[in-house]
Structures are given as structure tokens and as C-alpha cells.
């Protein structure tokens, strides 16, 4: 097949392709095609740019899509579908020209699926053209029948997500905050990256981040490189993430010979910050991953850490449950829908269903449940979603109150994230009262993480 899309648009077109159609993930999936095809630096960035920003706001693109064709974008060929929602892309956000994004469509589809849809693809794309952002956005709002419709299509997050952070941040007492987190959600990040303690240093001309104390701001470039020439003393990470790992390693006195585990720890970021300061307080680390493949990263982000630490590959539940009161600090970082994630991982708020939650509480308090057991008297597990769902968060922990209740006492996490933070932090108290924290990206420019501090009495 000969194509003649120019290589940036195809690459984000293959993306955006396997995304929708097979599951792929496009923080795994660009890179490699961003190598098959061999583009420059300046082209990789527009690929990337046109990859996220598709996949971000994809429910607008749709609906628009649905208006100027007058077809339910499901009835849509998947091919032609995906080409359509990168053409409307580069018409409604980027300053691509009108004539070229319209141009450039119709030849991928021609490309994908031959000419018998090129007229279709044609027509649609040059209706888009006919009307700016605003008016689009003018004709949608108006089309809505409800307010969470409306927000739906106009944030371009599923209704189900849109209620459930709703429900969240009123926990807090901050559900007007629900149009800004949203915004947030639909923001390019930064690039962060965390030195590890005792064993890095933050470039001199780097700009820190406000919390982590050992995150700074990518200073541009291929960060690849810097972690490379690190030895993985450097690395990519999200601000919040390296908070709660800080936050239960920093917690109270470390005692001579303590035993710490990762319960849940691929990809293995927060695990190297716990090796990292285990090495530096004396502890012991142990990991665990079920997954082989994510184990391996674990081995990988642990390589430039002069500890030994042993990375197990057994289920969770088991792994803990076979070592009754054996580490002084546990990290339970569950697997979790990944909502305070979206605007690293865009696809994912059309990927959840809301009948994913109920089974990953299942599982994250079986986990919790299990490192429960395996923790010693006196010890602390700190549990971590990046997600804000309440099921997720105080639901699990309610669940185990109710089980296991009289075996923990809940401690304050967010004097914990507070203690080690360079800046001052928003953390409201919850409207149960609890110690528990959220963070959030549009409060606090981090990914939306949530800690839990449980001590085992003794």
C-alpha cells in the first residue's frame, strides 16, 4: 500500500488508531512509532501534540463529528472515524491550515481504506471548516439535554467520571472546583522529574516543582537522555507521585533494620524513591509485581541504586498474606481506574467503565486487607490510588474499617505530605474528618493522588 499522509499526521494516526481499536496505550505506542517512521524532533513533537490533543478531546470531537455528518459516530467506518477526530483536531486547535487539514484527512482515509470514503470524509471535514471552536462549542451546548451532558461534551469527559469527581471534591467541601479540574484534565503537563534523595542532584538551572523536594521541571529535550546519563538516578515522574512515597518513608522515626515492601510496585517510580531512602536511613526493601513484564521495569528503575533489593513476581494477596507481621512499612500502591491520571493518559477516560471501579475495590481491599496482615505491630502501610474516586478511596478504607477495624488507626497523611513538602499545600479536611489526603491537578499541579496512612496497633 502506498501512503502519502505526511509522517507526523500518520504516526498520531496510528496511534489514535490502536488506541480506539486495540486497546493500545499511547504513552507506549508513540514512541515506537515515532522511531519506525524515523521523524525529526520538530515532526515527533507535532505527532505528539496531535496524538494527546486528539485523544484529550476526543468526546467534543465526536459530537462534532456527529453534528456535521448527521451519523452516529459509532455507524462511522473506525478508520474513518479516527481520521475525521485528528482532522478535526488540527482544524479546531491547532493552526494548521484549514485547506491542509482538510487535504490531509481525506488522503489518510484514502491511505486507510481507499477512495470509496473519501467523499464522506471530504464533506464532514468541510463542514467542520464552515464554523470556528466557539461556535461549535455554541451549537453542542445547545444541542445538550442535561447539564452533565453539556459538561460531558464540553470538557470532553465521560458523565459517569464528570459525577464521580463531582462527588469527590465535594467530600472536601470544593465541588465548585469541578470546571477547573476538568480544565486541568485537558492541559499538556509538564514534564516533571524526580532526583533521587542521596543519590542525585537537581541541575542548578532546573526549575523545581513547589512540593516534591527532590522534583524539578524537565528543561526541555529528550528527557530520556538525562535519565540516561543518570543511570536512572533521574527519572520521570509526577510530582504526587513522589509525594506519598516521601511521605511514608519520611513518616515518624525509621528505626535501625527496618523492613520495608512495594506490595504493587510496577512500573517501579515510587519504588525507587523508597529504595533511595531506605538506603539512606538503613531499611531493607523488598518488591513485589504480579505482571513480569512490569516487574522487569521494576528491575530497570531499581539498576542505579546501590541496594539490594529482591523484586518478587507473585500475586499481592498471596505474597502478603504468606508473611504475617514481617515489614515495618508497607506501600500499597493498588491497581486503580487511574482517573487523577488523565491528562498523562488521556485515553483512559474513555477506556473505564463505571463497572471497572467495583471490581478494582475488590481487589485494592483484598491487597490492603492482605498487607495488613504482613505488616508488623506498629507498623505503617501507606495506600495510594491515583484516582479520586470515592469507591476507590474512602469506600476501600470503609470496607476495611468494617472488616479489620479494631487491627489499625487511620494517622494523618496529610501532616505526612505536609512534613515533607517544600510549600504550603491546599489539603482540606475531609468532610468525614479523616486524615486523608488528595491531591489534584488542578489544586496542585500534580496527578490526582491519594494517600492513606494506616498503623497496625500493637
Same mark, same amino acid.
Given at each position: ?70 451519523? *452516529?459516530? !459509532? ?56 464554523? !470556528? ?17 453539556? #459538561? ?28 477547573? #479540574? ?13 532526583? #533521587? ?150 485515553? *483512559? ?18 491487597? %490492603? ?17 491515583? *484516582? ?62 491519594? %494517600? ?7
Amino acid at each position: 500500500m502506498t501512503t502519502y499522509a505526511a509522517p507526523a499526521r500518520r504516526v498520531a494516526y496510528e496511534v489514535i488508531h490502536a488506541v480506539s481499536t486495540s486497546d493500545a496505550y499511547a504513552n507506549l505506542a508513540l514512541p515506537v512509532a515515532i522511531r519506525r517512521q524515523a521523524l525529526s524532533p520538530q515532526d515527533a513533537g507535532f505527532a505528539t501534540e496531535l496524538t494527546y490533543g486528539t485523544l484529550r478531546r476526543l468526546g467534543t470531537y465526536d459530537a462534532i463529528i456527529e453534528m456535521a455528518s448527521k451519523r *452516529s459516530i !459509532d455507524s462511522v467506518e473506525p478508520a474513518v472515524r479516527d481520521a475525521l477526530r485528528l482532522g478535526v483536531h488540527q482544524v479546531l486547535a491547532t493552526r494548521v491550515a484549514d485547506h491542509a487539514a482538510v487535504n490531509e484527512t481525506v488522503q489518510l482515509v484514502r491511505d486507510m481504506v481507499g477512495s470509496r470514503a473519501t467523499g464522506f470524509a471530504n464533506a464532514v471535514m468541510r463542514r467542520v471548516v464552515e464554523a !470556528d471552536l466557539d461556535t461549535w462549542m455554541t451549537r453542542l451546548e445547545e444541542a445538550s439535554h442535561s447539564d452533565d451532558e453539556r #459538561l460531558s461534551v464540553m470538557a470532553s469527559h465521560p458523565v459517569w467520571v464528570i459525577r464521580a469527581f463531582r462527588r469527590a471534591l465535594a467530600a472536601e467541601g470544593r465541588a465548585d472546583e469541578l470546571d477547573a #479540574l476538568l480544565e486541568a484534565d485537558n492541559v499538556s503537563p509538564s514534564v516533571v522529574m524526580a532526583a #533521587l534523595p542521596g543519590l542525585a542532584e537537581i541541575p542548578d538551572e532546573a526549575t523545581r516543582t513547589a512540593g516534591s523536594p527532590v522534583g524539578f521541571v524537565s528543561p526541555g529535550g529528550d528527557p530520556a537522555a538525562m535519565v540516561r546519563e543518570s543511570a536512572g538516578r533521574v527519572r520521570v515522574q509526577d510530582e504526587g507521585s513522589q509525594l506519598v512515597a516521601l511521605a511514608l518513608a519520611r513518616h515518624g522515626e525509621v528505626k535501625p533494620g527496618e523492613k520495608w515492601l512495594d506490595l504493587c510496585a510496577g512500573p517501579g517510580g515510587k519504588t525507587a524513591i523508597l529504595a533511595a531512602e531506605a538506603l539512606a536511613v538503613g531499611a531493607t526493601l523488598e518488591a513485589n509485581e504480579v505482571t513480569p513484564a512490569r516487574a522487569g521495569l521494576v528491575r530497570q528503575a531499581l539498576t542505579g541504586i546501590p541496594l539490594d533489593v529482591v523484586v518478587h513476581e507473585e500475586d499481592g494477596r498471596d505474597f502478603a498474606a504468606m508473611r504475617p507481621n514481617t515489614y515495618d512499612r508497607i506501600l500499597v500502591d493498588a491497581p486503580c481506574t487511574g482517573l487523577g491520571a488523565l491528562r498523562r493518559r488521556p485515553e *483512559s477516560r474513555w477506556r473505564k467503565q463505571p463497572g471497572d471501579v467495583a471490581d478494582l475495590a475488590d481487589l485494592q481491599f483484598e491487597l %490492603l486487607d492482605a498487607a495488613l496482615m504482613a505488616l508488623k505491630p506498629g507498623g505503617t502501610i501507606g495506600y495510594v490510588t491515583c *484516582s479520586p474516586h470515592l469507591a476507590e478511596t474512602n469506600g476501600v478504607l470503609t470496607h476495611l474499617r468494617r472488616a479489620v477495624g479494631d487491627e489499625f488507626d487511620e494517622l494523618d497523611a496529610r501532616a505526612a505530605i505536609q512534613a515533607v513538602s517544600r510549600a504550603e499545600l491546599d489539603l482540606p479536611t475531609p468532610a468525614d474528618g479523616s486524615g486523608r489526603a488528595q491531591l489534584w491537578p488542578h489544586r496542585h499541579g500534580t496527578d490526582g493522588m491519594f %494517600l492513606a496512612l494506616l498503623q497496625k496497633k500493637a
